[in-house]
């Protein structure tokens, strides 16, 4: 494994400002399954590792009062695979958070991190935001 920094932001800005300076070739770090391997297999070489488990407030698991699940980029899988509220309205989502690895994986993976992690394949991911949504081939990570 390359030797690497490692940066503790306390605030959602303060991490996407470090992860945005391409000079800094800056990986976030959530739960770190995935990029583990990737490290140890030198799948990924960062210069810099960026914790987001320092920031407050990432892992949360709600909806909101129109009913629109929110799920935090820290939410574990375990959280959302346990959650009562996503078992009823939601079951699909909890299925898939409960067919992801061992317990002791979801009980660290994270939603974020498993949306971001390399895809064997090519595939299209698509985020949707109060500006918009938007679809972008994952083939570039």
């Known amino acids: 494994m390359r030797r690497f920094a490692f940066a503790e932001p306390s605030s959602v800005k303060a991490a996407s400002d470090i992860l945005a300076d391409r000079k800094a070739r800056a990986l976030p770090l959530a739960g770190g399954i995935d990029l583990l391997g990737e490290l140890k297999d030198r799948i990924v070489e960062p210069d810099l590792l960026v914790n987001l ?21 820290l939410a574990t899988l375990t959280a959302v695979a346990e959650n009562d509220r996503i078992g009823k309205e939601l079951p699909a989502v909890a299925q898939a958070a409960r067919s992801v690895g061992s317990p ?27 500006s918009g949504r938007r679809s972008r081939s994952t083939s570039h990570w």
Not at 106 to 125: K, M, S
């Open 104 to 130: 002791e994986i979801r009980n660290v993976g994270t939603v974020g991190g498993n949306l971001c992690q390399r895809p064997p394949l090519p595939a299209r991911a698509a985020c949707s935001s109060s």
């Open 53 to 73: 488990k320092a920031i407050p407030d990432l892992d949360f698991v709600r909806f909101d009062s129109d009913g629109t699940l929110r799920l935090g980029a």
